[in-house]
């Protein structure tokens, strides 16, 4: 096996690792997938390879994940566009491309830091989380999507979630993977990496029966309503009053409801232009039923300001302004180039500012609530800032540009992420799907059909306590990994050289 890798077969093997790869995220949700995948990559680079070809292995397995998981990307460019496909296909390519340089750089890293002994499934294992935490916290704002720890919300190693998050859970699966790519390596440690693979998913199956919150008041009657509103039509001026009479009927159903949530800009219209004439009626309907109401719509400030705005209505009036805005959605980074191309394809997009880092948490039901607006629930530290206080999440969402691809169903997998990170019920409203609600484990336990207008309503119950992901966040994980790839460095580059001399 080891020479069929040492040729142009181990790079096409590896290409179809990073597709396989994808295959063990939602929709598909073939979990075990994930160890398969990353196990080739890493017994691919464990042959003798050139730092050239290494780093096209590490391209090749990018590009057949992200070429395979994030190509929807397509769909938002093209959909109610007149603009034909080609600058959308080049530009799904380059997108796809862009984001397999981060396997490459993992390839690379790996075989400068490597020694070829049997800690080096340590250091694979260090060097992708490493690169996974660079791509999904600070490269464009952060790209969080297809990190492996979300493949395993559904196996044994989630029961590591709630205690080290997507990174430490990401860092297991790792190790999980190259301790299996080694033990078709080396014979004579065969028997330690299988011990160590089974040790690894027998305390993740013992850590899934640990209750980290404890609820801490009545039932909660919520209903979550999913508008199924056209995106082409959605901002049409002659289809507003349309759009307001549906959700307000739609609404008006559930008034025996706490709360009743509404997806992302439900309301196609700046809060100043329905302010009085919607809003405020609306307002007083729900304070006369004792229910509050969550809603979405643009605001623009005072200075011009545009934002993304969460607002409840009710006993409790609030606003909660997006703070993590989205690339080539909210705001153009890699002006002026991406503002042309955007422009050749008649894509309009707004300007948005980024509220406060520190808002006060929005209050419905007697609960005060951790908010988060479309991508701000693929940002772990960012939903649990403010966890102690908060009962419940909320995050609401407009997918409706992904019309028919597999992007909704990763974005759902990604929140229900932050469920079991903070042991608190998600209640996630979207105007086409995934509309869910998400108990403190991660489950589901209703869902909306996606792609029709519907409405879905349970109770939930209001959970306190913090995991200890809640208490720590990310850094105990990032500082070891940090730790290890140092040692790494300085074992290869500044001990060996030491020795030599000696």
């Known amino acids: 096996m080891a020479k069929l890798f040492k040729t142009i077969w181990g790079d096409i093997l590896v290409f179809i690792a990073g597709g396989v790869l994808t295959l063990s995220f939602s929709p598909f949700d073939a979990f075990l997938l994930a160890f398969v995948a990353l196990a080739i990559f890493k017994f691919s680079l464990s042959t003798e390879l050139s730092i050239k070809r290494a780093i096209l292995r590490g391209f090749l397995f990018g590009f057949g994940l992200f070429g395979s998981g994030v190509s929807w990307v397509f769909v938002s460019m093209v959909l109610g566009e007149q603009s034909g496909i080609f600058i959308p296909i080049l530009m799904t390519l380059f997108y796809c491309c862009f984001w397999a340089i981060f396997p490459a750089i993992s390839a690379y890293l790996f075989i400068k830091l490597r020694t070829n002994s049997y800690v080096d499934w340590l250091v694979f294992s260090c060097v992708w989380v490493f690169v996974e935490y660079v791509r999904g916290e600070w490269v464009l704002g952060g790209f969080p999507w297809l990190q492996i720890g979300y493949s395993q919300l559904d196996s044994y190693l989630s029961g590591y979630i709630p205690i080290f998050g997507v990174y430490g859970v990401g860092l297991i699966i790792a190790m999980i993977s190259a301790l299996l790519a080694d033990s078709l390596l080396r014979k004579n440690t065969r028997r330690e990496s299988i011990m160590g693979v089974t040790f690894l998913l027998i305390v993740g199956a013992v850590l899934q029966g640990i209750n980290w919150t404890n609820v801490s008041g009545d039932p909660i009657k919520v209903t979550l309503i999913q508008g199924n509103i056209v995106q082409k039509d959605k901002w049409q001026l002659e289809n507003r009053n349309t759009t307001l009479k549906q959700y307000y009927d739609d609404s008006a159903k559930h008034w025996d409801s706490d709360i009743i949530i509404w997806p992302e800009t439900a309301i196609p219209a700046y809060y100043s232009d329905v302010k009085d004439s919607y809003l405020m009626p609306l307002q007083a309907e729900a304070e006369a039923h004792n229910t509050a109401i969550i809603t979405s719509l643009p605001y623009k400030g005072e200075a011009g300001q545009l934002y993304n705005l969460v607002l409840t209505l009710g006993e409790s009036e609030g606003f909660y302004k997006k703070i993590h805005l989205l690339p080539f959605g909210e705001y153009l980074p ?20 980024s509220g406060d880092i520190d808002q006060p948490l929005l209050k419905a039901a007697g609960y005060q609530f951790v908010t988060s607006i479309c991508y701000e629930d693929a940002f772990g530290e960012q939903n649990i800032r403010y966890i102690e206080q908060a009962k419940f999440l909320v995050n609401v969402t407009n997918d ?74 990310n850094k105990p994980v990032i500082v070891l990994i940090l730790m290890v790839l140092l040692g790494a460095f300085l074992n290869k580059y500044y001990l060996v050289k030491k020795l030599a001399r000696l």
């Open 334 to 353: 890699w002006q002026p180039v991406s503002g042309y191309l955007l422009g050749l394809m008649n894509v309009r997009l707004g300007n948005f500012s």
């Open 400 to 473: 409706g540009w992904f019309d028919g691809s597999i992007e909704p169903y990763q974005h759902m997998q990604i929140a229900r992420m932050r469920a079991l990170e903070s042991g608190r019920y998600l209640l996630r409203a979207t105007n086409t799907g995934v509309t869910a609600i998400v108990s403190g484990t991660g489950k589901i336990i209703h869902q909306a059909p996606v792609m029709q207008r519907a409405s879905i309503t349970a109770d939930i119950k209001p959970m306190s306590g913090l995991t200890p992901y809640a208490r720590i966040g």
